[in-house]
């Protein structure tokens, strides 16, 4: 049984920063690919941040050049580096593994919100 747990959000200013992290467990991590989504109240789920097996990232454009996503394979931990932030970026923020397989998990979120 995959689990994701998500760690790290919290009220911030904006222009300040957070950094999230999601603990796996349940899959061998280093296999698989892992992202960070997001959605605000009213507002569909989007991606926001993506890192492959390999290594290789992926960013939605709002976030580029202000988050950073991060992986320790040997801590089965993600994380997401998030500086610069502005209130827009107010959302839950939900961490997904993609096995190879095709499955998919989600963890419960956590909640970032950025005052102005």
């Known amino acids: 049984q995959v689990q994701l747990v998500e760690s790290g959000g919290g009220l911030v200013q904006a222009g300040g920063s957070l950094r999230l992290s999601c603990a796996a467990s349940?899959?061998?991590?280093?296999?698989?690919?892992m992202g960070w989504y997001r959605q605000a109240p009213g507002r569909q789920r989007g991606l926001v941040a993506a890192?492959?097996?390999?290594?290789?990232?992926n960013y939605a454009v709002s976030v580029k050049g202000r988050f950073t996503i991060s992986r320790d394979n040997a801590k089965n931990t993600v994380y997401l580096q998030m500086n610069s932030l502005k209130p827009e970026d107010t959302a839950v923020y939900y961490c997904r593994l993609d096995r190879p397989n095709g499955a998919s998990y989600w963890g419960k979120g956590t909640l970032v919100t950025v005052s102005s």
């Open positions: 349940g899959s061998i991590f280093s296999i698989n690919a």
């Open positions: 890192i492959t097996s390999g290594g290789s990232t």
